[in-house]
Every structure is written in structure tokens, then in C-alpha cells.
């Protein structure tokens, strides 16, 4: 287990930094082998849908899905913080929806949503986890909103669209439901 207050040296969270831009870098330029070699064992935990993606060919599946529905997918990095067991990321992620994502159907939309991304460090520094946290509603606003809802033939997109939307609520990943307390005794 990490002790919450001891910050690694500054060697160790300059490797920890190269790794992860490097793996923001890789996932831009769509290079999935070294964007799974930043891992011993891929694993993306997506808080928002509460779905977990864990393994290589559950990865590779995740990365394949999204860029169907964002093939121009980007990050603008804001801010990198350093914690105890985590680099932490502040980004912008953009796209253009030109393919279905899940049950959604594309919208031509463009979105620019605010993300924060943990990747956690295990206690041999490798990446253990990437978890991802953004508000919904405001990519789900900036897709619906090329839809023209003025004129009656957008309708049934809309429509789809919601509906996809729905579906894709289904049963939440307990490992992100069932959470244990914080143990802060110590």
C-alpha cells in the first residue's frame, strides 16, 4: 500500500510524466501496441458510465469503439499534477461523432468536453490504471446540438440518438460501485 504523504523522488515522477504523455501522444497518433506497452496490464476505468475495460483485447476494443465515433480524437492537456501513487491529468477532448459510439448514431457533432484522468501507479511503478472522469451531459449537450430539432426530419436522429444514449446505461462495473471507505487512520 502507498503512504498517502510520501511523494516519490523527482527521478520517479519524471519517469512516471515521460510515460504518460507519452501515452496521451500514442493514443492521438492511434498507435495502440505502444499505448498498451505503457501498461503491464491495460486497464481503463471509465467513472462516468461506470464501465471498466480491463485487458488487452477489452482495451483494444475500448480504443477501437471510440475511434469509430471520434476518428479525429485530441488532447489538449490543461494541467499535470503529481500525487503519492498518481499523475494527474486536466485535458480537453475533442472530436468530431462520425461513426456510431455504442448505440448512439453519429451526429456529425464536434465536442470539446473537460476530462480528468488518475493513472495510478502500483507500488513497482508500473501503470496499474487509467480512471476517467468527465461530465456527461455537457458531451452529451454538445452532440445533440448540430441536430437541427427545428426541422422535423432531424426528429427521428434525435430520437435515435436518446435512445443509445439510454441503452447505454446498463449495469454499472461493481469494482467501481462497491467501493471500500477510505482507511484515513493512519
Not at 501515452?23 to 492521438?28: G, K, L, M, P
Not at 496490464?41 to 469509430?68: K, M, N, Q, S, W
Not at 496499474?128 to 430539432?149: C, H, P
Not at 447505454?168 to 482507511?183: E, R, Y
Request: glycine share 6%; proline share 7%.
Amino acid at each position: 500500500m502507498t503512504d498517502r504523504y510520501a511523494i516519490p523522488s523527482v527521478e520517479i515522477l519524471h519517469a512516471r510524466e515521460k510515460l504518460v504523455l507519452d501515452h496521451f501522444r500514442d493514443e492521438v497518433r492511434q498507435d495502440w501496441d505502444d499505448v498498451l506497452a505503457t501498461f503491464p496490464h491495460p486497464h481503463y476505468e471509465i467513472i462516468p458510465t461506470l464501465t471498466v475495460h480491463d485487458g488487452d483485447a477489452e482495451v483494444r476494443g475500448y480504443y477501437h469503439d471510440t475511434r469509430v465515433a471520434f476518428p479525429d480524437q485530441n488532447h489538449e492537456i490543461i494541467a499535470l499534477r503529481h500525487s503519492a501513487d498518481a499523475v494527474i491529468v486536466e485535458f480537453w477532448l475533442t472530436g468530431t461523432h462520425l461513426g456510431p459510439l455504442g448505440t448512439v448514431p453519429a451526429t456529425g457533432s464536434r465536442h470539446r468536453t473537460r476530462m480528468t484522468a488518475y493513472f495510478v501507479f502500483d507500488e513497482h511503478e508500473n501503470l496499474a490504471s487509467e480512471r476517467i472522469y468527465f461530465d456527461t451531459l455537457s458531451m452529451v449537450k454538445q452532440l445533440l446540438g448540430g441536430i437541427n430539432l427545428r426541422d422535423p426530419r432531424s426528429w427521428p436522429l434525435a430520437v435515435r440518438v436518446v435512445r443509445g444514449l439510454l441503452r447505454m446505461s446498463g449495469a454499472p462495473d461493481p469494482g467501481l460501485v462497491h467501493t471500500p471507505p477510505a482507511d484515513l487512520s493512519r
